[in-house]
């Protein structure tokens, strides 16, 4: 079984079990500031794949995946609550390239501190 998740708010799912078939969100390509969000407490694939866009096929729009429990919540043997759990399966998330990809910090940033600053790169 295929799951094609092209919604743009979910209700809080308890389980998504994904046995042999796919996950899979879809950008919508002609509005990057389309923002879905998809809420679970487990998300679980075996044999499978999820995919939130590909190398050759990039996630262009927004999307928030938040797993929900809480220490004590039902579980996934081996992987515990609150999880995206892979199995003998593969999970792809691509997005529109963007550079830079990292920046160093501009200051120390001490133990307690609530800010830091960054060094912003001439290239943004």
């Known amino acids: 079984m295929n799951l094609l998740v092209d919604i743009d708010t979910s209700p809080e799912l308890n389980a ?4 042999g078939g796919s996950l899979i969100f879809p950008s919508v390509d002609d509005d990057p500031d389309h923002h879905r969000t998809f809420d679970a407490h487990i998300i679980y ?6 995919e939130v866009g590909t190398e050759e ?3 262009k729009s927004k999307l928030t995946i938040t797993m929900h429990g809480k220490k004590y919540d039902p579980y996934v043997p081996t992987y515990g609550n609150k999880v995206i759990g892979i ?11 963007r550079t830079p990809t990292w920046t160093s910090l501009e200051t120390t940033a001490f133990a307690g501190e609530t800010t830091i600053t960054l060094i912003e790169p001439v290239d943004w």
């Open 16 to 19: 998504i079990i994904i046995d």
């Open 45 to 50: 694939c075996q044999n499978g794949y999820v």
């Open 57 to 59: 096929d990039p996630y």
């Open 87 to 97: 199995r003998w399966a593969s999970i792809d998330i691509h997005g529109v390239p």
